[in-house]
């Protein structure tokens, strides 16, 4: 039994480590194409804050946005062939 769960695990981490290893070939790609994202939304880039690793999506890369006089933070990742804006979040949407 331990030998099975030995082997499970083992399979499990390189299955876990290869998609990790995987995303981060993709971060170039999304920063290329990312100011075409947030163009085509009406929005402009004004800050680059970091990348996450994400097995499923490739990664995801996150930016700071202004759209009029609102700021707001997005990522960009890629699924299939189509670039997508995701987590969007006004920051100071509230001013006093």
Same mark, same amino acid.
């Given at each position: 039994? $331990?030998?099975?769960?030995?082997?499970? @695990?083992?399979?499990?981490?390189?299955? &876990?480590?290869?998609?990790? *290893? =995987?995303?981060?070939?993709?971060?170039?790609?999304?920063?290329?194409?990312?100011?075409?994202?947030? $163009?085509?939304?009406?929005?402009?880039? @004004?800050?680059?804050?970091?990348?996450? &690793?994400?097995?499923?999506? *490739? =990664?995801?890369?996150?930016?700071?946005?202004?759209?009029?006089?609102?700021?707001?933070?997005?990522?960009?990742?890629?699924?299939?062939?189509?670039?997508?804006?995701?987590?969007?979040?006004?920051?100071?949407?509230?001013?006093?």
């Amino acid at each position: 039994m $331990k030998v099975v769960c030995l082997i499970i @695990v083992f399979i499990l981490a390189i299955i &876990l480590f290869s998609g990790f *290893g =995987g995303c981060s070939r993709n971060v170039d790609n999304l920063k290329a194409n990312a100011s075409k994202v947030f $163009k085509s939304n009406g929005f402009e880039a @004004v800050g680059y804050q970091h990348y996450s &690793l994400c097995p499923i999506v *490739g =990664g995801e890369v996150w930016y700071t946005l202004k759209k009029g006089d609102i700021t707001y933070q997005a990522c960009v990742y890629k699924w299939f062939d189509e670039y997508h804006l995701y987590g969007l979040e006004a920051i100071d949407a509230i001013k006093p």
